[in-house]
């Protein structure tokens, strides 16, 4: 049996034999028919297990497509460090009126745009899956309001604010209302190239002016009225409008001793009813001072730094 049978042990062989007899006997082989259903059944095994597990890809892939298009970031995380500018303000300067499409988000795209407003100092903004957006800004603070002191010469009446690192930028109230009666501080010409949001003025000449407002801010609005104007008409010199009209002449360093003795002179002319018009605070001792009942032939005040320094 094994000699007569020896070469149905290969398969070429066996194909050779079959491929010997006709079509009809190929068809009704028995050996082929069985082999046909081994093989048939062998793929609808295969079918069977593929076809739940391809059907279960398809209906996630498309649940996962259709619920990225659906999903909307509803809960919007929103920090402001100093609170000049709420979260709707933010959404109508990122141009967002409905909810978020998470399919679209553009977070690079959001934070450059926040970060390149010019009332924006920075902006951070993030998305945390499946539906928050964090925003995180940070605006730019008003110290005073800058203007041309040419201005009504030029016909350059712009009027920016500008923040403690020297950047200017636009007054905007719907931001700004609690800082609308800072003091103005008049620009020589070549104080800045050129009057614009988004330009920063030196930190040598923008320093005094943020060290004076820092200093009289120390100071209870009774004990030294609010700061309106501020001229510089010399590097070392300023010129100071106070609220109640009173001018104060100042030097553009040792800001705090000038205002420890502008606070003693104000706190006396209190005291004595007698109002002042102006006065030099640059002496340390016996500061020149001129009441409002002077009368206008007085000498004025001696000035006690040289123009050139």
């Not at 049996?1 to 006709?22: C, D, I, P, T």
């Not at 890809?57 to 649940?63: G, Q, S, T």
């Not at 407003?117 to 928050?132: F, L, Q």
Request: charge should be neutral; charged fraction near 25%; proline fraction near 6%.
């Amino acid at each position: 049996m094994k000699g007569r049978n020896k070469y149905r042990s290969e398969k070429q062989n066996v194909h050779l034999l079959e491929q010997a007899l006709s079509l009809k006997e190929r068809l009704f082989s028995l050996l082929a028919l069985k082999r046909g259903a081994r093989r048939l059944r062998k793929w609808l095994i295969i079918a069977l297990i593929a076809a739940p597990i391809i059907w279960g890809i398809k209906l996630a892939v498309d649940y996962a497509i259709e619920k990225a298009y659906s999903m909307s970031i509803e809960n919007v995380s929103y920090v402001s460090r100093h609170g000049l500018i709420s979260r709707s303000q933010v959404m109508e300067i990122l141009g967002i009126k409905h909810a978020i499409n998470m399919a679209t988000l553009d977070v690079s795209g959001m934070q450059a745009t926040l970060s390149a407003h010019p009332c924006i100092a920075n902006a951070t903004i993030r998305a945390e899956m499946p539906e928050t957006l964090h925003i995180e800004i940070d605006e730019r603070i008003p110290v005073v309001y800058v203007e041309m002191e040419n201005g009504a010469e030029t016909g350059n009446r712009t009027r920016l604010f500008m923040d403690p690192r020297g950047v200017l930028f636009p007054v905007v109230e719907d931001y700004h209302r609690n800082f609308l009666n800072v003091p103005t501080w008049y620009l020589q010409p070549e104080d800045i190239r050129e009057l614009k949001a988004g330009a920063t003025i030196t930190d040598k000449k923008s320093r005094p002016i943020r060290e004076l407002i820092a200093a009289s801010n120390a100071y209870t609005l009774v004990e030294i009225p609010p700061i309106s104007e501020i001229f510089c008409p010399k590097e070392w010199k300023m010129v100071v409008t106070l609220d109640n009209g009173t001018e104060v002449i100042m030097q553009a360093y040792e800001i705090k001793e000038q205002l420890e003795r502008l606070a003693m002179i104000l706190e006396h002319s209190r005291v004595t009813h007698k109002p002042i018009r102006s006065v030099n605070v640059i002496p340390k001792i016996n500061p020149a001072v001129i009441y409002a009942d002077t009368p206008a032939t007085a000498p004025a005040e001696t000035e006690t730094k040289n123009d050139d320094k």
